[in-house]
Each structure stands twice: as C-alpha cells, then as structure tokens.
C-alpha cells in the first residue's frame, strides 16, 4: 500500500520554484531515502507533507486520504511525524516533558497522563535518554538533542516518520548509531522517509531513494541504481566523481 | 504503602499561604477602612498582573489589551449595574471580556507575534474613540455614573476574583494544557507538529486571562463611581500590567505578584503628591530591567538562593 | 459639490502629508534598526512643545525652530539607540527576542519621555497661532500653515527618497535594511547606520512635532494616538517599506479626511478597521516584502 504520495506537488516562493511538479511515493514498510545537492528543495517538500507550508499547485495524500491543506497538528495526529533540520527541542523544557507533551497531544485517541507519562519513559529508554530526563533540552549534546527529537516525534505513535538530516553534525560513531537507531524504528513497523546527505547511511539503509534538484525530481531507484546512474553523479556526486568512474 | 515524610519545610511554604489567606479574608474585622482600600488596590494589580502572565508569559506573545478587557468591565458595572446583581453583572463583565478575547485572538493570534502586539497596543484607543462617538452620537450620554457599593464588599470581591485567578494560573500550569503552552512558548512550529493544535490553545488560553481582567474592572468601577471612556480605557492599565510582570520576573510562579505588590504599593506612596514622578520611575525601572536584570526580581532571588546553597553545601 | 470633494481631498492631503512624515520615521527605525518604537509619538510630541516654548517664550519663527528640534531630536535618538536599542541587540538571543524586548523598552523610553515633560510643561493645553491666514484653493479656504505642513512633508518625503536612493549612506541604510549581517561583511558601520537610522527617525518625528504644533493644539499626552497611527500606517505601507509609509500615510489622510465628513470623530475608528482588514487580508501591507 502507497502510504504517502503526492501528485504534482509544486511550490513557489515569489518567483522561485522551490519544489516543482514532484510526483512521489512511498510504500508502507519502506525506508525512502530523499537526496539531492543543497537548495534542491528536500526540506521543502518535507514542509509540504508535515503542513507547515501548502503546495500549489499539487496533491498529497496519506494512506489515501488527502492531506492537502490540513494543519499540521491535525498530519501528526493521523501518523505522520518528523523531525527538523535545525534541531527544534524545547529547549527550556526537561527531556522528559519534551516527549511527554508530545505523547499527551500526538496521538488521535485520547491518552490519560499515567499512559502518557509511561510512553514517554519508555520511549526515552528506546532512544537511550532515560539517565537524562530531568536534564534540560538545551543542555544536551548536539547527537542527544536529534535523540531527544526523534522520541518526541515517535511518541505520536506515527506509522510515517520524516527525517530531515539526522546524521548532520555527527562523528562517525554517532551516526553509527543513529543508523542503528532508524533501523530499529523501522523494525517496530514504522515506514521512514529520509533527507540525508550522508551518503553511506543512506545507501546502506534505504530500500529505494529519490534525487532531487533544483526542486524537480530526476531520478528514483534502488541504491545500486542510484548510485550508477550518470545523471545522479554528474548533479550530485560532483564532476571529479565522474571524472574518476 | 508509601509514606510521605512530613518535613518542617515541606509545611513552610503551604503554611505560609494558608496563613496570608486567612489574614486577607478577615480583614475587614480588624483593618482601618483606608487599608482596606489600599489592599483592594493591590489587589487589583496583582489580578491584573498575573492573569497577564498566565498568558503572555508562556507564549511570549506581549498583549497590550488588558486595559480594553478592563475597561469592558467597567462599562458593564456602568450599564447593567443597576439592574441586576452586583456579582451578576460582575460576571457578565468577566464574561465579556473572555467573547472580546476571543474575537480578537481569532483574529489575530494566526498572526506573526508583532502583529499581534501591535493590534492590541491600538486596540484600547479604538475602543475608546469608538465609545466616545458612540456615547455622543447614539446614546447621548457622556459619562456614565456607576452604582455605589461600600468598600468592604468591593474589597471581598476582589478577594474572591484574586482566590479564583490564582487557583486557575496555577491549575493551568501544572495541567497538559499548560504543558501544552509552555511548548508553544518554547516553538511554536514544533509544538503544532506533535499534535498541539497551537491556534487554539493561544486563543482558549487568551481568553480565559481576560475573563479575571473584565470581572475586576467590573468591581472597580463601583469604586469610581462616575466613568467615561477615558477613564474606563486608559491604556496606563495595559502598560503597568507588563511592567510589573518584568519587573517582577516571569520565571517563577511568585514573579508577577512580588512585581505588581510592590509597584501598586508605590502607586499608593506617590500618586497623589507626585503622580509624574511614579510614572518616571516607572520607565526608568522598565527600561533598567529590561537591560540588566531579564528575569527580573524572582531571578534575582532565585540566583541568591542558588548561590546559598551551593555555599551550604561546599562547608561539610 | 465640487468644492466639497475638493476640500476633502486637500484636507487629506494636508492631513496624509503629516502621516506620511510621521510614518517614514516609524518606518526607518522599524524597518532597519528592527525597533518598533512605542516612544516615536512622544519625540513628536518633545518637537511640538519644544516649538511651542520658543515661540512664546523667545518669539522665535516656527519654521527657524525646525533647525533647532530636527537636530536635536536626532542626537536625542542616537545617543538613545546607541546606549539602549544597541545593547539589547547584542544581548538579545533571537531577532524576535530583540524586536520584543526593544519593544517593551520602548514602552519605558515612551513613560520616561512623557513624564518629563509633564514634569516641564505640565499637563496644560497648549497653542499658539502663526500663519494661519486663510488661503484660497479652488474655492475652499486653507490655513496657510497646513498647506506649509504639505509642502514640508513632501519635500523632507522627496529629500529622503532621494538620499536612499543615490547617496553612498543611504545605500548603506538599505542594505542594512535587508540583510544586517551581510551588510556588516561587506564593509557597512553597522552600528552607525542603524544609530543613524534611529536618530533620522527621531529627527522626522521631532519636525513633524513642529508642524503639528503650527496647526493644531498640544500637550504632554499627545504622544500615544500618533504613534498609533503611525503604526497603522506602516503596517499599511508594508512593515519594512519606507515609500510604502510614505504612500500609505496620503492613503490614510485621505480616508481619514473623508470619514470625518461624514461623521466627525470616525477617524480613527476607521483607521483601525482597515487595520484590521489588513492584518486579515494582506499582513504584509501594499508594499512589503
């Protein structure tokens, strides 16, 4: 089943197409991988799926239903959640409560304060915050705070999650483990689109991948296909790159 | 089962409270009229104060409309006051308020913060104006007298609005929907992509801090007895509010009211002999805070407090 | 009936010119120093009786005055940006940290400047006459002083556009206006342009003070409801569009002319319900980015 897709998703700013008439799609249970050089329009089209901005023209629909025009409160409550390029905790707020509101407020069915109190424990064990739940937000590591992040977007119970950039600004060993980390999310079922531009990560991981540029898509395929393509690497990958092949 | 030692300490703070109450209901028992007077003043600010944090505080969203909720108490009291119930018409203020709040937060709290503020800032001399027309066009009056009320039973009012004002911010803040504010206040944009439906709790949260302004303009005005537009809707109630919230601190819950306690105090020192002199005092207060001291008094103290314990605990 | 539109069309220009000039000097510090100053009323108003006692007291020409309260006005505005606005820019965590609490300092700036003068002036009344010798266009009768208020306003109108646009500094003020951090790298005295730009807008409040003292009456407390109107129209001109206050000052003129024809004491009223049409419909005003 096509959990996400969108038709024609365009959006202009002024007289730039930041995302221009991109069809795409992803399959429940998939890990989608969205590349592209920098200002391809990635975070953008992520905005256009969250709610935060409203395509035009151009259509997105969420396990069927349109989800076009919706706020974004309103996404996240139906099974979509995401993280953000800029980190955006609440920074004042301890780690705890950061997950616990999101627990008490993501999820359509009602949720009592005991319920919500223990999801959001065992999210934060998930993730491997528990030690530091009474920390404050902005006291946190740059690799704990997209921690911190990704517990509060699953503590939505969402069965889309969108990652925008998770491993930016990590040491190798930290992206190790949030490679680990994704893959064990999308063990517990949840489909995940992600934005990355570490390449291993994306190309170990995602089962297909989507290229982005200059707000169009140009190409979409399985990790080998990507990787071989020409038009991936002479856009993307660098002239030097293909040069060397 | 489990046991909650009962300490000194844990009993200090409550006790206090509990204290200060019983102190403040029995006033009238003990206090000479004019401290009953000045009291109610108090009062006043602090109400008007803390039902201002309980919304601008959170989100940072700076509301300059207090003094129109307060000055749309004062003209229910005006209208209604001798056809009904003193506590009626009390609530009808209160209630006022709360629909002109969340007229205007539909309106405007859609928008970015600095609209927002801007709205309300102008929306007290509009108000004004358009009553002053009103009253001289349509209905013929110029001013309208309020019934008279004696002091006490202003004073218990004010009591009971300020009991109420505080149950509620402080009800709000421990709740989810405070939670839910405070996630706002931190941003925005990720509170509404976990579920948070922003626009309505900023307006819920608006509204709700406007019904306390109206019910205590309402009470007010028996005390003033004779009001026109430019005494109900004088944007001074709509500055003092903020400064005092600042001034007080906004980080702690005891802020606002050590802020508006001791401003109404000084109000009641200066504003006879040197009405001018106050306000000057005023601005120059706001301005420094906002300079040097950002989380105000209660982060002054808070700051003092810390640097005690730590020297406690460093001395084994 | 022509002589009817007439007149209200001059009496909103004449009333537009005094907007518009109010309004660039709200705009300059908004738009570029990022303050929405709550005391830009009350330097109009230190401009008005500042006129106000020269006149009566050393019979001084109004219209000399405006060599004295222009500049004044202006250091005024920059020591304060510089001591002020200044520290809390770089203290402030965020942009929209620093646009709220240089608003709320503002807020001190306006009960510090008000109560000085109410401390100098008093509270009184204030007015004196000059050059109000009825003047005759197309049949309608004109105080000589309010068609000299139109003539400043578009001429100090004319004199800014023209310093933005062609002068090195003025080009600097714009750059600063769009981008502080680029402008900074690229060799512009931030601090200064933003100061200057503070105290130019000061100095256009202060000659409008001036002016309005030449028509109308003035006192101590007049300060608030311009710079509510002020505000109204820079949002109509677009938050950040200084020929924007410009045209959006005549526009409100205008309406406000024709409103109190046909019901005396609407003005404002209908200021505010544009206001608010605008913040519905196009928040960014007629010419914002």
């Known amino acids: ?245 | 089962m489990k046991h909650i030692k009962v300490t000194p300490q844990r009993l200090l703070l409550p006790g206090l409270v509990g204290c200060l109450l019983v102190l403040l209901a029995t006033l009238s028992l003990y206090a000479s009229p004019y401290t009953i007077v000045l009291i109610t003043s108090i009062l006043m600010y602090v109400v008007l104060t803390v039902s201002w944090v309980i919304f601008s505080g959170p989100t940072g969203y700076i509301s300059l409309a207090p003094a129109a909720f307060f000055g749309v108490g004062i003209y229910t009291s005006a209208i209604l006051g001798r056809t009904l119930p003193l506590l009626v018409v009390i609530a009808v203020g209160g209630f006022a308020s709360f629909c002109l709040a969340l007229l205007i937060g539909a309106l405007t709290l859609r928008l970015r913060g600095i609209y927002f503020a801007i709205f309300t800032f102008g929306l007290v001399e509009l108000i004004k104006h358009f009553l002053l027309w009103w009253e001289i066009n349509m209905t013929g009056t110029r001013g309208r007298f309020v019934i008279v009320v004696n002091n006490t039973t202003i004073y218990h009012v004010m009591l009971g609005i300020f009991v109420a004002l505080v149950l509620t911010a402080y009800g709000i803040r421990r709740s989810k929907f405070g939670l839910a504010l405070q996630s706002i206040g931190e941003n925005e944009e990720a509170a509404a992509h976990i579920g948070v439906n922003v626009t309505l709790v900023k307006v819920i949260t608006f509204a709700i801090s406007a019904i306390f302004t109206g019910a205590a303009g309402g009470i007010m005005a028996t005390r003033w007895t004779y009001i026109d537009p430019y005494i109900a809707f004088n944007p001074l109630f709509s500055f003092m509010p903020v400064l005092m919230a600042i001034f007080g601190g906004m980080g702690q819950f005891y802020g606002p009211f050590l802020g508006a306690v001791i401003f109404a105090y000084l109000e009641e020192l200066l504003i006879t002999r040197f009405p001018y002199y106050y306000m000057l005092l005023f601005g120059i207060v706001l301005v420094v805070v906002i300079l040097f001291l950002p989380d105000g008094l209660a982060g002054l103290i808070q700051k003092w407090r810390k640097g005690g314990q730590a020297r406690q605990h460093a001395n084994p | ?289």
């Open chain 1, 1 to 245: 089943m096509r959990i996400l897709e969108g038709e024609g998703v365009t959006k202009y700013f002024g007289g730039l197409a930041a995302v221009s008439y991109v069809d795409f799609y992803v399959h429940q249970g998939e890990i989608v991988g969205l590349i592209g050089p920098n200002g391809a329009g990635k975070t953008t089209l992520f905005n256009l799926i969250s709610g935060a901005l409203v395509p035009r023209p151009g259509v997105i629909r969420f396990k069927g239903r349109k989800i076009t025009g919706l706020k974004p409160h309103q996404i996240c409550r139906m099974g979509v959640a995401r993280t953000f390029q800029s980190v955006k905790v609440f920074a004042n707020m301890p780690v705890f409560e950061n997950v616990l509101v999101a627990a008490l407020f993501g999820n359509s069915a009602r949720v009592s304060s005991a319920e919500a109190a223990k999801e959001a424990a065992e999210l934060l064990e998930f993730v491997g915050l528990s030690a530091m739940r009474a920390t404050l937000a902005r006291d946190l590591t740059l690799a704990n705070q997209k921690r911190l992040e990704v517990a509060r977007a699953l503590a939505t119970k969402p069965e889309l999650l969108l990652l925008d950039e998770l491993m930016a600004g990590l040491n190798p060993t930290e992206i190790a483990q949030a490679m680990e980390l994704v893959t064990r999310i999308h063990g517990q079922g949840i489909t995940i689109f992600m934005i990355e531009h570490v390449m291993r990560a994306i190309m170990n991981i995602c089962n297909r991948i989507i290229v982005l540029h200059h707000g169009e898509k140009i190409a979409e395929g399985t990790p080998e296909e990507i990787a071989t393509s020409r038009k991936v690497v002479e856009v993307y990958l660098g002239e030097s790159a293909h040069a060397r092949s």
């Open chain 3, 1 to 289: 009936m022509i002589v009817t539109i007439l007149d209200i069309v001059i009496a909103g220009l004449l009333l537009g010119g005094l907007y518009a000039l109010i309004a660039m000097g709200l705009s300059l510090q908004y738009g570029v120093a990022r303050v929405l100053n709550i005391s830009h009323g009350e330097f109009i108003m230190l401009g008005a009786l500042t006129t106000w006692s020269l006149y009566t007291v050393f019979g001084m020409n109004p219209l000399i005055a405006i060599g004295i309260c222009g500049p004044l006005a202006f250091i005024l505005g920059f020591i304060i940006h510089r001591l002020l606005f200044r520290r809390l820019r770089t203290l402030a965590a965020s942009p929209a940290v620093f646009e709220g609490n240089s608003m709320l300092a503002s807020f001190g700036l306006m009960f510090i400047i008000q109560n000085v003068a109410l401390i100098a002036w008093g509270p009184e009344i204030r007015g004196y006459s000059y050059l109000a010798i009825p003047v005759s266009l197309g049949g309608a009768l004109f105080g000589a002083n309010r068609l000299i208020t139109l003539g400043f306003a578009i001429i100090i109108g004319l004199a800014f556009y023209i310093f933005l646009a062609r002068t090195r500094t003025g080009k600097a003020i714009r750059a600063a206006a769009q981008d502080p951090v680029t402008a900074g790298l690229m060799g512009v005295n931030i601090n200064q342009v933003l100061a200057l730009c503070f105290g130019l807008g000061a100095a256009m409040a202060g000659i409008a003070g001036m002016l309005i003292s030449l028509c109308y009456p003035v006192h101590a407390v007049m300060g608030l409801e311009y710079t509510v109107i002020a505000v109204i129209v820079v949002v109509l001109g677009g938050l950040g569009s200084i020929p924007g206050s410009f045209i959006g000052g005549f526009m409100l003129g205008l309406i406000g002319s024709i409103v109190t024809a046909w019901q005396p004491g609407l003005a404002l009223v209908a200021y505010y319900f544009i206001f608010i049409l605008l913040l519905l419909v196009r928040p960014t005003g007629i010419m914002g980015r």
